[in-house]
């Protein structure tokens, strides 16, 4: 606030006092003084300066006191315009004394809180989705061309809103990581086992051979093919290879017999130069040529095994991707917690498909997912649950029929003895006699009379 009028001092009327005399020393004595009086210097004293000039509105306006040259310089549309926040001194003699602040000449006077909540324009807040009662609410309607966000008030029910709002998904069900325990071993590369096997799954459906290739070959039958396969197991036993040689092993026979037609002479020589391929393929150190040529009693040379190498891989086109079933089956022995006795006997349910013509139209991740399924119902495992469901991408239905094609094998004399003798010993935990005294047994329940029978006098 400026102070009354009572109290304001004009800088006409102050004094000004000399420090150096006693005497008191007014404008108008000081005005006369000479020059020289004026330049000499005196310590202590105030020294003359000249007055600047400045025009305002009231006319000649005068220097403030004590050095004051804060507003010596301005002009006249700087003074008359107002800074927010901040409003420069102004003088004494034609202002008057009063205090310069911001919030005093620029802000608004203080309002209650009851003044500016009545001020405020009230809007009605949209109901949300399920109320019963309608309320105004706003449609905004989005153009992606040109980033246009138009709002119009609209009245809208309360029972349109709710199903325009967005439907609360189901949430999904979350089954256990398997891969965790193997997040620290870079060999397993946990990280990308679940694109691999899809990748796999893909890749299956065009490795099946042709399941009815035995009509277009003259001199072979079912029963044959079902002969060199029990004689390549013997062999992949004999050698100690990996069981992944031995399934590619048979991928390879029955491709390339969906390609060309081999006569019966020839036909050993076909098993024995897929078994060296697999070899090479799968194995760290594959067993020399030479060692096959001996497997077969010297029925064919070094040159012809290697011949008929370079016809079987150009038949082929050189393309030996195949999804093993070994893969998909230790892949549901995770979920199954690594089960050794049931992965063991699933081992031997998967090898009866190499055998068994029938099982050449299904996939190998569907006789796998089957393999482990009788296997777990054989030793009394529990239920196929969803984890392993999920893990085998197969459910109990889609196995089943696989699963009844492995039960018909088992119940029915042995027609493979090399096959049989391989997993009637301890270290497979003798699970070709544990599964076919279980074969017997519940034969009847999978509708199956005729176990007498043998396989190919269906």
Known sequence: MPLPQATRTTRATRPVTDENTAAPITRAKAANLTVDEVNMPVKGALQAKKVANTTTAAGLRKRAALGDVSNMAKTDAVEGKKVAGKVGLVSKASAGVQ?????????????????????????????????????????????????????????????????????????????????????????????????????????????????????HQDDLEWKTRGILVDWLIEVHTRFHLLPETLFLAVNIVDRFLSEKVVQLDNFQLVGITAMFIASKYEEVLSPHVENFKRITDDGFSESEILSAERFVLSTLEYDLSYPNPMNFLRRVSKADNYDIQSRTVGKYLMEIALLDHRFMKFPPSQIAAAAMYLARLMLDRGVWDKTLAHYSTYTEEEVEPIVHLMVDYLARPVVHEAFFKKYASKKFLKASILSRQWAKKNAELFGIVDTEVSLYML
Do not use: C, W
């Open 99 to 215: 205090k310069a602040t911001a919030r005093t000449a620029t802000r608004p006077a203080l309002a209650t809180k009851e003044t500016k909540k009545a001020a405020a324009p009230v809007e009605a807040k949209p109901a949300r989705s399920g109320s019963g009662a309608a309320t105004v609410g706003k449609k905004r309607t989005y153009s992606t061309k040109h980033s246009v966000v138009a709002e119009k008030d609209v009245e809208q029910p309360a029972a349109k809103r709710s199903k325009e709002s967005p439907a609360v998904e189901a949430p999904q069900e979350v089954f256990p990581d398997v891969d965790d325990d193997d997040l620290d071993d870079p060999l397993m590369v946990a990280e990308y086992a679940t694109e691999i096997f899809e990748y796999l799954h893909e890749l299956e459906i065009k490795s099946i051979p042709n399941h009815n290739y035995m009509n």
